[in-house]
């Protein structure tokens, strides 16, 4: 069975109930978990007519990233302290968080990544794309899809 389960995690309310399932299903199984944020990269911006000018800075846009990194991740790793759950948290800069997600993976040596699914199907979902299904298309580790 599956003894070292990333759980990624975006602040959802979807992502959420996946963290808690993912949890509860650590909890029954007896593994450990990771949880993954991916935090934004700063937005470059594009002088020029009609162009907005962000008055973040690059050091204040990294600042609240890893505060937001830091709650997301702090909401699971409750849940795993409440559950008995061991868990260790992994966060990194990425605009494609697919890649970041099977990096985290296979950094931290899991053998499963359970992780959410909007359900999104026909036209909604090849346009919108799905992080999940790039993650299945892409991982070589198994892929529990929660919805």
């Known amino acids: 069975m599956f003894k070292h389960i990333l759980v990624p995690t975006d602040g959802s309310e979807l992502s ?3 963290a808690a399932r993912a949890v509860s299903f650590a909890g029954e199984t007896g593994a ?5 944020f991916a935090k934004p990269e700063y937005p470059i911006a594009y002088f020029g007519e009609g162009a907005l000018i962000d008055p ?3 050091e204040k846009f990294a600042e609240l990233a890893e505060q937001q990194a830091a709650e997301y991740l702090g909401e699971v790793q409750k849940l795993c302290a409440d559950a008995g759950v061991e868990c260790s948290t992994i966060s ?7 890649e970041a997600i099977i990096a985290a ?3 931290a040596g899991c053998d499963l990544i359970f992780m959410a699914s909007h359900g999104r199907r026909g036209i909604s979902g090849f346009l919108l794309g799905s992080e999940t299904n790039k993650v299945l298309t892409h991982s070589k580790i198994p892929v529990l899809v929660y919805r």
């Open 16 to 18: 959420r109930a996946t």
């Open 32 to 36: 450990r978990v990771t949880i993954f």
């Open 56 to 58: 973040t800075t690059p």
């Open 92 to 98: 990194a800069t990425s605009d494609i968080p697919y």
């Open 105 to 107: 993976a296979e950094t």
